[in-house]
T-cell receptor, first 109, second 115 residues
Framework: QKEVEQNSGPLSVPEGAIASLNCTYS??????FFWYRQYSGKSPELIMSIYSNGDKEDGRFTAQLNKASQYVSLLIRDSQPSDSATYLCAVHNFNKFYFGSGTKLNVKP | GAVVSQHPSWVICKSGTSVKIECRSLDFQATTMFWYRQFPKQSLMLMATSNEGSKATYEQGVEKDKFLINHASLTLSTLTVTSAHPEDSSFYIC???????????FGQGTRLTVV
């Protein structure tokens, strides 16, 4: 079983819509969760971090964490074509930093 | 966010030679650095985790004698690909974290091509 699982997509949404990205993790004691965005040929860049259950909002992005279900999600409101990228869910456990395989998002103009 | 600088951004080397990649945290002390490899259209694969002053911890299947990692200071880690072969051609990315459980910031990546 992989430490972090994501649907590879691609997920296609029209411009202006809400994109919903999901992630599950296997280690119940995980404490730190992150969403990164990676454009083709580039390194990942950090979008959101979340450490406690509930929602965390930052601009058009909302991260949601449910530790009981071992589930993390990212909502992107008012999606723009520039949001088209691969979104990586990451879990930081003690001294390990694992990534999911990423979900490719396409925002169509 | 914090800045992590990785050098070189790309390198071409001959088969059998060694290549060193540097990863520096410019504005914070990186207690932990991570090295990843990414093949085209695939996910990031964690190769090893290194803590300053300690030996790196390698993931299963990663040859520690081939991929030498040194984390000599709180701002610098190096990855040396020894006796490189064409199958080692990949995108190598480092990331650094300043605290246990905290965010990790990525370098720009190094595209290695072995000919």
């Amino acid at each position: 079983q992989k430490e972090v699982e994501q649907n590879s997509g691609p997920l296609s949404v029209p411009e202006g819509a809400i994109a919903s990205l999901n992630c599950t993790y296997s280690d119940r004691v995980s404490q730190s969760f992150f969403w990164y965005r990676q454009y083709s040929g580039k390194s990942p860049e950090l979008i959101m971090s979340i450490y406690s259950n509930g929602d965390k909002e930052d601009g058009r992005f909302t991260a949601q964490l449910n530790k009981a279900s071992q589930y993390v999600s990212l909502l992107i409101r008012d999606s723009q074509p520039s949001d088209s990228a691969t979104y990586l869910c990451a879990v930081h456990n003690f001294n390990k930093f694992y990534f999911g395989s990423g979900t490719k998002l396409n925002v169509k103009p | 966010g914090a800045v992590v600088s990785q050098h070189p951004s790309w390198v071409i080397c001959k088969s059998g030679t060694s290549v060193k990649i540097e990863c520096r945290s410019l504005d914070f002390q990186a207690t932990t650095m991570f090295w990843y490899r990414q093949f085209p259209k695939q996910s990031l694969m964690l190769m090893a985790t290194s803590n300053e002053g300690s030996k790196a911890t390698y993931e299963q299947g990663v040859e520690k004698d081939k991929f030498l990692i040194n984390h000599a200071s709180l701002t610098l880690s190096t990855l040396t690909v020894t006796s490189a072969h064409p199958e080692d051609s990949s995108f190598y990315i480092c990331s650094a974290s300043g605290e246990t459980g905290g965010e990790a910031f990525f370098g720009q990546g190094t595209r290695l091509t072995v000919v």
